[in-house]
Every structure is written in structure tokens, then in C-alpha cells.
């Protein structure tokens, strides 16, 4: 608990170090807090389960979403299985997510199947990095099982600046697409359109009651500015917390910063209650 309320991340990064590109790194450590990487991973670059637990209940986290990624044009690979002994650590507090790429994964919806079927909470796809888009037909497949199971899609809206990125991937009218395909899917806009895309991103948020904003990578003193053309309090409804850890500071602190914009009576909403009931489980 943070302040007396449920805190939840629904973003977070935790992969064995030996499977990203050097990139991955140089970014953990230069918006990560200083020393958190020696802290977390052992010397030979896989994630100590019991660290990064007390570490997250040290700083309030109730529960954390722990992404995977597979990448080879821009991060490398943040395998889904390599998740799981995270999560034996504390499934309460660990959940995994799922990730696929149409470039990789064939059949689609069976990989995607494995992995919810290993208790992931919702699909995260990553045009930007994977290189593609998410309208490709390739991925209907997978928006199919999604609908049937009832889980969520997140999709990476927003700009990237690690090398191999396509960031005209992270168009959300790509996202309009798949929607008027799969009326009944629920998405999360990871990254909330970050770069140039905060108008649409707010738009569809606050036009379909099945689409979230996610703040990961976004500093809570810049909202304001990036949504100024909407009425914050209005569009905090559709606010889930989401950090891109390691790449923050502090949790509490950024937690904080942004309850300090909105109002008290939406702070428990944007901290927790959206991630509940938006994702698989929580």
C-alpha cells in the first residue's frame, strides 16, 4: 500500500540482461535509479526474484505487470518464460503479460494461447520495436482468442528512441482499425500517444468506453501540457499507472506526482481500480 491505497504497475521490465541489446542497458541505467540494476540482477544477468519483491513492496507496488518482448530489430528479447520464477516468487504480487510478434510467432494464436494458458494478464504488442503494425491482419488471429478469453490488448502508442524503432507503427489510427473489427476488445494505450499523438490517443480514450490510457514513460509534471486540450479530471477516469520500470526513478514518488494533478476521489481509480478491472486476474 501507498498512502493507505492499492498501487499497481502496469508496466514493468524485469529481462535476463544476456537476451537485450546493449541498448536496453545504457537506457535502464540512464532513467533508472542509480544502482538498481546491480541491485535487481545477479552477475550473471538474470533478475533475483527475492530482491525485486522486497524492492516493490518497499516502494508500495501491491501488484506489478511484468512485459516481455520479442524484438530483434530494436531491444532483443524479453522471453515470456523467463517471467515465471518472478512470478513463483510472489504471485500476488508479480502477474506476467503475454507478447507475440507476427514476424516470429506461427501459428499466432497458439503462442499466444501457451502464454495466457501460463497466467497472463493481458497481450502486449510492440509495433514500434517489432516492426509492425497492429491492423496487419496476421494478428487477427490473436485479437480473436482475445475477445473469446475476455483479456485485454496493450499496445505500445508512443514514440522510441532505441535504434531498429519504427515509431510510424505507434499511430493509434492503426488501433482504430482494429477496432471497428473487434468492437468488443478492450486496449490500453501504453505510453498514452507519447511523442505526437496525445490528442488522438485522449480522443480515443474518451470516445470508447473499452479504451485506457496507460502512463508509463510519461513525467507526471508534463501532463498537463501533453493533454491540454482536454479536462484532466475527465480524462484521469480513463488513467491506469504505469511506470516502465526500471526507467523511473522512484515509484512512490512518481505515484505521488501524479495524484498531486487529479482529483483525491480519482487517485484510488488511475492508482488501482481501472488496472482491476481492466486485466486478467488482478
Known sequence: MLDGQRLIDAHVHVPV????????MDWARRFGRSGIVEEIWASDGTP??????????????????????????????????DLLPLVE?????????????????????????????????????????????????ALYPA??????????????????SFPGSTNANADPVFVDTVLRDFPALTVVLAHGGRGWW???AAFLALARENVWIELSGLPPKRLPEYYARFDLARLSRKWIYGTDWPGVPGQAENARAIASLIP???VPLVWSQNASRVYVGL
Open 17 to 24: 540482461l544476456g537476451s537485450v541489446k546493449p541498448a536496453w
Open 48 to 81: 533475483r526474484p527475492a530482491a525485486l519483491d522486497r524492492l516493490f513492496a518497499d516502494e508500495g507496488v501491491d501488484t506489478a505487470l511484468l512485459f516481455c518482448e520479442y524484438s530483434p530489430l530494436a531491444t532483443g528479447y524479453q522471453h515470456f518464460d
Open 89 to 137: 516468487q510472489n504471485p500476488v504480487r508479480f502477474r506476467p503479460v503475454a507478447n507475440v510478434n507476427p514476424h516470429l510467432h506461427h501459428p499466432i494464436a497458439a503462442e499466444l494461447t501457451r502464454q495466457l494458458d501460463l497466467g497472463a494478464a493481458a497481450l502486449k504488442l510492440h509495433p514500434v520495436h517489432g516492426g509492425f503494425r497492429v491492423s496487419d491482419a
Open 143 to 160: 485479437y480473436a482468442v482475445l475477445v473469446e478469453r475476455g483479456v485485454p490488448l496493450i499496445v505500445h502508442c508512443g514514440t522510441s
Open 198 to 200: 496525445y490528442d488522438a
Open 264 to 266: 483525491d476521489d480519482m
